[in-house]
């Protein structure tokens, strides 16, 4: 990366470079749900059937196309938080007078290990062809969106920082109707060509989830996170008010476009970035106003927090061990001999899977990177 893009040496950091607890209660509220959480939400809200576990089984499965669901949040969430967690890093490793070039080069470095960790999530390396292997990937999207979102973020001026977005949103929505003819949002949609054109290996679905055209909508997901982390190193008071204020903010807007920009997410549309990036300000603001309690209330957030800190490992682990099964082993029998066929059989079994995954981390005791 070109030093020009730096900003003068001389520019003022707002202030010195932290970790902040509220990403990581957002990102460990995020990870929660994408490593077990929710299977325990779910046997949980079974055991009351009614609206409300139709409700919550609703909210817990995606959107097959157009719309937007609670688990449609998840990913984005985590992946605006990364963005945000970006600029504490980038920040610290300046203050510690580590060189441009040193800074993207572990940028990169990080972006490729998260591309081979998500070819091995994937199960890429036990196939024999190329032709079978997935390349894209929940992990590529994550190092790829920060990447691209840290090029426009480092190159331009603090002040003049927010206008990309809004420009390149609608750039990128742009970019839709004019390659997308009659219908540019349609499934299947242009995108699929893309990717057939530009990926090797398997693809899932038609277009895929984390094809190459949604990766550009994703990048502003990240943006937004770094904006936000702007945000909260500067002084600004009230900031729980002002994320929450920017949170409707967001949402409204995602609504205005909706009948000309649809929210779909396998496009990552714009206005699925504006509805998903005012929820995920929604959540930062609720943590945020829960920071300014009492350290013994706060506490209680520690377990989110171990989670978020430790992201990758809760990702990665349920991938390769079996925990539902470890759980079983264990905890299975007494409990289905005083529950039988009961529902709760499901919800304590799930929650000793979940606890059993976290008791593995914590006996690893891994060294906390922010690799995610």
């Known amino acids: 990366m070109n030093a020009a893009m730096e900003p003068p040496a ?33 046997t949980l809200a079974a055991c009351f059937p009614g609206p409300i ?17 609670f688990e449609d949040l998840i990913f984005p969430t985590f992946l605006l938080v990364s963005g945000a967690a970006f600029t504490f890093a980038w920040r610290r490793q300046r203050e510690r007078g580590l060189p441009a070039a040193c800074r993207w080069g572990r940028l990169f470095v990080r972006t490729a290990a998260l591309i081979l960790l998500g070819i091995v999530y994937n199960g890429g390396l036990e196939q024999t062809s190329l032709a079978a292997v997935r390349f894209p990937s929940v992990l590529a999207r994550i190092g790829l969106g920060v990447l691209l979102a840290a090029i426009p973020y480092v190159a331009l001026p603090q002040r003049f920082r927010w206008l990309f977005f809004p420009i390149g949103l609608a750039l990128y929505g742009t970019l839709f109707h004019l390659c997308g003819g009659a219908s540019p949002y349609a499934n299947p949609n242009w995108s699929v060509r893309v990717d057939n054109a530009l990926l090797p290996g398997k693809l899932w ?75 995920t300000l929604l959540v930062c603001a609720a943590f945020q106003a829960f920071s300014a309690l009492p350290g013994r209330v706060t506490r209680w957030l520690g377990g989110l927090a171990f989670i978020g800190t430790h992201a990758l490992w809760f990702y990665l682990l349920p991938r390769f061990f079996d925990f539902g099964h470890a759980a079983n082993l264990v905890v299975g029998g007494p409990i289905r001999a005083h529950l039988g066929q009961s529902p709760w059989c499901g919800f304590l079994l799930a929650l000793a899977a979940f606890l059993a995954l976290w008791l593995t981390v914590r006996l690893l005791r891994p060294r906390p990177r922010g690799v995610l």
């Not at 576990?53 to 669901?69: D, I, K, N, P, Y």
């Open 10 to 42: 001389n520019t003022p950091l707002p202030a010195p470079a932290r970790r902040e607890p509220v990403l990581d209660w957002v990102r460990g509220f995020a990870m929660f749900f994408i490593c077990g959480g929710g299977t325990v939400v779910l």
């Open 53 to 69: 576990a139709e409700t919550v089984r609703t909210q817990l499965t995606h959107v097959s196309w157009e719309g937007f669901r």
């Open 205 to 279: 679905g038609s277009p895929d989830p984390e094809g190459v055209v949604s990766t550009f909508g994703a990048l502003f997901t990240a943006y937004l996170g770094m904006l936000l982390g702007d945000f909260l190193h500067g002084g600004t008071r009230r900031k729980a008010l002002w994320m929450a204020a920017a949170g409707v903010m967001f949402i409204e807007a995602a609504y205005t476009l909706s009948p000309w920009v649809p929210v779909v997410k396998k496009l990552w549309t714009a206005s699925y970035v504006c509805l998903a990036g005012g929820w």
